[in-house]
């Protein structure tokens, strides 16, 4: 018997498939109804195995369309929102920030503002979860991690717009007295992550013997999470995190990238059979990103110590598996690397 509705945005994306499938499959009497807008990044591929389930909705649609939306909220009376639908990647942002700012922050208070039309007479038992990134602390120096009481101090378009949308889900909250949680994640890898960011697109490049373009000297450092460590984490802070709350979930897993890069080689050469340090010849240190940050560590001591959370898999098993994955989804990689992929990768690598 469904005793609740609950919507996931963005749920064909990387991140947001991985938390679909977890939802769906651990708790059959929740109905979710996956609403994504099906732009470059998502994928119904990556929900093949529950789109049959009874409990799962797929629905297309654009969270800045407030007529939809508003339809929407009206037609399923969703309980709880779990909010991942974002534009996602930095060095898009840096090329159409506007596009960043409609949907990460227009978009997430279409969704604020039905939720509140909806049950703010009423809202006990109710819960607006949003997904959020460590990247609205800014940059680290060589030392410190992000706790949850770190300002806010985002350099890039799109932590800009994350920033802007977390800090509308705690007004929300404040003037509107809407129950919500915010879950501030660092760098996350794994299978069905579309290959624009590093780890993916690495792979693909390594698969395809194609440069690796490292920017600027590489010494950029980030905290890498396997995203099925974050999906369990997204899971354990809807059910058990206190309204009104923040939590840092990271990987506690810092690599310099240049670092990152050579380890993904040395495996991948593995792998395919080839020669010891073939694929490091293919790194190419390239111009660096504009407002690149320097270091990104979480503090994740608060949703370890408060809901017993802690990663369970090792950088090396956790890119293992990865790599595996793509290697054995040859057809996905294809597909998606078709098309406009060719025109994005064209016009940000060979200028
Ligand atoms: P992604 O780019 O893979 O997926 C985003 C999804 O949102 C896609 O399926 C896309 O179609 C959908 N979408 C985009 N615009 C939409 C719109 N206007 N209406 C409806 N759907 C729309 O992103 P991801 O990496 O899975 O990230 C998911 C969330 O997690 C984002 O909010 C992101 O900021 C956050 N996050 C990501 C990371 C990371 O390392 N990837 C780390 C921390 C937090
Ligand atoms: P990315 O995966 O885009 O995530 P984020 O910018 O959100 O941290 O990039 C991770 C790091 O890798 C970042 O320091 C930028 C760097 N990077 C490269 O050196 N080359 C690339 O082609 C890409 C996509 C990223």
Redesign the pocket.
Known sequence: MIIKTILI????????SHVVKLFVNKYPEYHIVN?????Y??NLENLSEIESLVNYTFVK????DETFISNLFDKFKFDDVIH??????VDRSISDPLAFAK?NIL?TMVLLQNFKRIWSDKWQGKRFYH????EVYGSLGETGLFTETTSYDPNSPYSAS?ASSDHFVRAYGETYGMPYVISN????YGPN??PE?LIPLFINNIINKKNLPVYGDGNYTRDWLYVLDHAKAIDLIFQKGKNSETYNVGGINEWKNIDLVKLLCDQMDEKLGRNKLESQGLITFVKDRPGHDLRYAIDASKINKELGWEPSVTFNEGLSKTIDWYLNNEKWLNQVTSGAYKEYYNKQYKK
């Open positions: 945005t963005g749920g064909a994306g990387f991140i947001g609403l994504d807008a099906l732009t990044a998502g649609g654009d969270i800045t991942l639908a974002a534009e996602s990647h949907t978009g997904i959020s990134t460590d994350k994640c660092s760098n996350n992550q579309f960011k």
